[in-house]
């Protein structure tokens, strides 16, 4: 798993936490994990388990699709991470219903298909 993608899913976390109105110190008492280890997966600098994971999701109210959103996080566009990019790509996807990702399948073909035809 890339930095930048551990950093996303902390950056969200952060911006989640912060739109429910709690504290570090809050989650971290409504989880059951430790205020460094909140620290930590928000800034980043530690890989979240899918265990510790969860219990982060059930403090805030959210499930997963809600973390991996990701069109919050300002500057995503920005990044030279391919598969980054390409993970960005899919939570974008991931909470749309099935016509809307046909529809953005279709207009991303067409776009595709027009680069290919300038040689782009």
Known sequence: MSADFIKMVGERIRTLRKEKGYTQESLAEKSGVY??????????????????LEKVLVALEVNAVEVFRVEGIEGIEERNDKQVLINA????L???ELEEVQMLLKVAKEVLGTFDRLGK
């Open 35 to 52: 205020i460094t280890y909140i620290s930590d997966i928000e800034r980043g600098s530690r890989n979240i388990s899918l265990e510790t």
């Open 94 to 96: 991931a909470g749309r």
């Open 89 to 92: 790509f899919h939570s974008l």
